[in-house]
């Protein structure tokens, strides 16, 4: 019995194949791809909510106040909300302290328990007073507690840190995404349209992208509090200009095409023609140029929120514990994590970036392999 012939792969198939022979990139890629993928169930990993609890032949799940879960109420029948802590054995009403809890009915010898994340220390959580910071100082250099330290509020860095990750990551690639859209958009209508249409437009583009991005940041700030998705928006209207002349210089390329006569001869729309047989064969600069854009993004948002125009507090930030290393320069913990953390997620995006744009050149560079 002959073999049947193997089915050629597609461009993109040959492309990603490529891309995986490039063993720094690929493993930067997965690295990021799972740990962020893996940052979203933080809560049960660093935290200071309990996962699970008993108390009084009741179980509640604390945790799920942090995990965005659809329909945790109906998964989870019991409590899983704000819990106050005198239904819990404590004398005075708020949340409930789980270190405490556990340490009490452990010493008890109770049939209570709880079962805390591996870190046990929240984002929002100042630790004065408590027992990891007994001398009540803040900001705290790193012990066998706290891995990073504490800042100047008494909350542990390394969870102000993994959590600044997410929202770093999170930021960067709804950037990207939200920029790329825009920009891909208007560099096909102007591409594709050319003629006066175009003039008109690059001329407006030149306008538009004048306008200066810090000093706009800073208005809204003045007029509104600014939250994750209004920087979004801010950040994603100033990054669409680049990657829109790149896309209009693919699609006046493009347009001369055969494939782009024939659709025409058989009546297809100007709308399908740009966005369904045009784009497909203009997405290089598109993949080639996210991984940089990405960087671009987190490097912005980082220095917006060191300046103080950034994410409102007390969102986790890097760039905020960047600027409590300023007004604490004998903190050396303060800026070194945060930096580090920094260093080492734009450095893993950069491999990928080169990795990516070796997958999509035909100029073999074997000193990425």
Not at 95 to 121: C, I, K, M
Request: with cysteine; hydrophobic share 45%.
């Amino acid at each position: 019995m002959s073999d049947s012939p193997q089915k050629p792969l597609s461009v993109f198939q040959r492309r990603w194949k490529k891309f995986k022979t490039m063993k720094r990139g690929w493993y930067s890629f997965q690295f990021l791809l799972w740990s962020f993928l893996l940052s979203f169930f933080l809560p049960l990993l660093v935290g200071s909510r309990a996962i699970v609890a008993e108390y009084e032949g009741e179980l509640v799940f604390p945790v799920l106040a942090d995990l965005q879960i659809p329909f945790k109420e109906s998964l989870f029948p019991v409590s899983s909300g704000f819990l106050d802590a005198r239904d819990f054995g404590f004398d005075q009403r708020g949340l409930v302290d789980w270190r405490v809890f556990q340490e009490r009915e452990h010493l008890s010898g109770s049939d209570n328990w709880a079962l805390l994340p591996p870190y046990p220390f929240g984002r929002f959580e100042s630790l004065l007073g408590g027992p990891t910071l007994r001398d009540g100082r803040a900001p705290h250099p790193p012990n066998h507690y706290h891995w990073c330290g504490t800042d100047d509020r008494g909350r542990d860095v390394f969870a102000r840190l993994v959590y600044g990750y997410r929202t770093s990551l999170l930021f960067g690639l709804t950037v990207v995404v939200f920029s790329y859209a825009i920009g891909t958009f208007l560099g096909a209508l102007f591409g594709y349209f050319g003629g006066r249409f175009d003039i008109v437009g690059q001329r407006l583009v030149e306008i538009w992208s004048s306008l200066p991005f810090l000093y706009t940041v800073i208005i809204v700030a003045a007029l509104l509090r600014p939250n994750l998705w209004m920087l979004v928006v801010i950040l994603a209207l100033f990054s669409w200009v680049g990657i829109s002349y790149y896309i209009r210089g693919e699609f006046l390329r493009e347009k001369s095409r055969d494939y782009v006569a024939a659709s025409i001869s058989v009546g297809e729309g100007r709308l399908s023609i740009m966005f369904r047989h045009i784009l497909p064969n203009a997405l290089t600069p598109i993949i080639s140029f996210a991984p940089f854009a990405l960087v671009g993004a987190i490097s912005s948002l980082v220095s917006l929120d060191f300046l103080g125009f950034g994410l409102p507090a007390p969102t986790p930030s890097w760039g905020e514990l960047v600027n409590q290393g300023l007004s604490n320069i004998y903190e050396w913990h303060l800026v070194a994590f945060p930096l580090s953390a920094m260093f080492i997620t734009l450095l893993l995006v950069v491999f990928v970036g080169e990795a990516v744009r070796e997958a999509f050149d035909p100029k073999p560079f074997s000193r990425l392999r």
